[in-house]
């Protein structure tokens, strides 16, 4: 089935105009003065909600995808990306998956600490309805009050099978915020405890952090989980046979990367399996007459963005959009019973597309040049190079062949003159590469304020490539760190318009709740 196409101009609209619906509630919230008041406000929107429901129907299967750090620059630049390179550089657009859904909705990301929030906090929005500190998963902001998720309600209320799928690490923020309650993200061991706990029934990505526990003296959870009745996988070959009767599952992806996550999309192998196949594999282990409730997060879209690689951001895009294809391909099977939303949990490193050294120019396909990310360029390249002591001249050669960029007495830099490098260019570069080969990357607090504007915390010779091929496309990040922007919520099936208009990231949780029933 093909959805309604959405317009930019729809889009637009959607980014920077409330409805008439959002403009009243913004209204009525600026006249309200009293609790009570405040109370009846929530009253009424919650009527609103059911009565909707009523229309809408319920949704006996639930995607729930979150792209980590994705907004509306990550998605535009993924979609003008390919558009350009399937036009051999003509100014041309392709819509991604769910670009074509026919709702679309913004949501605000604030939380109880900044308006630049963080995953735990904002996850927790997402699913359990509630504001907190950023760093907190689905706790109050008084570390006592515990929220109980939209994921749990569904296990326990409705006995939907729940399937939790990340590029990430299981037990990393956003995953965690579907199953887990902590008061600080980094408790690692006891979200892993409380994955086990939670009973869902397919887990699918990057390894557990500190399986053994911070001091490496606790019993291994991939044990307590298997004590506790799941199947823990390891390799490929046994996820591929991996079906609904092998009961509750815990998918590691055999091929880690960085920090014992899931590969880059750049750095996806022949046959590896990517995010897309998990998530076809949690269909078939998911898929019963009661329904199901399936979130899944491209968490290396984040990653790649706090360390402005924007080849790895697009890359990673773009594998949300294929994983989400999996879903619509459900959706054509059960159109009446089946709701996807597409969504981010906050925008990370303020990327633009646009740069002051290209002016009104943008020359995307000069992205199609970079081979790998930033994290393995550091693990197969830079770490050989301080062991070597390798000579900044060869350092190039590897530089041109995985990111195009070239010297300007380079024999192909006649032909490939927008990947040369200016006498400006090449002297950032070769300060990156003296700091890198000098002292490496560094904490925050260990570099002076010149050295964290150029490099953030990143390995200086890698993240100065990546700016330099950034800029000339023209491309380019703000920061090393979250942003304030709102993120676009797409939806398709039952219930898709509840999620229409200008709102808080609270009621996705809130239309979901309306739309099941849950309590």
Known sequence: MKFKKISAIMLAAAMIAPTLAGTQAITTLAAEETEAESGAAEAASETEAADSQTEAGTPKYIFLFIGDGMSFPQIQATADYLGTTESDGGIQSQALSFMDFPVVGTAQTYDSTSFAPDSASTATSISTGNKTYSGTINMDTTMTQKFETISEKLKSQKDYKVGIVTTVNLNHA?????????ASRNSYYDIAMELTASNFDYFAGGALLDPTGENEDQTDAYQVAEEAGYKVVKTQAEAESLTAEDGKSIVIAENLADSDSMSYELDVQEAEWELKDYVKKGIDVLDNDNGFFMMVEGGKIDWACHANDAGSTINDTKALSDAVEEAVNFYNEHPDDTLILVT???????????????????YLTNLANQKISYAKFDSDYVAKYKEEKTEFTDVLKDIKENFGLMAGDDPDAAEDSKLVLTDYEYSLLEKAYQRTMDTGSAKKDAMTQEEYV????????????????????????????????PVPVFAAGAGEALFEGYYDNTDIYKNLAALTGVE
Do not use: W
Not at 174 to 182: D, E, L, R
Not at 346 to 362: M, N, Q, R, S, V
Not at 467 to 483: C, D, P, Q, R
């Open 344 to 362: 981010g949990d906050h925008e990370t490193g303020g990327l633009t597309i646009g740069y002051a050294g290209t002016d009104y120019d943008t």
């Open 174 to 182: 956003t995953p965690a915020a579907f199953y887990a309650h902590q």
């Open 454 to 485: 150029l490099y953030g915390t990143y390995e200086p010779l890698t993240v100065t490539i990546t700016h330099l091929l950034n800029n000339k496309s023209g491309i380019n990040f703000a920061s090393y760190a979250h942003t304030g922007l």
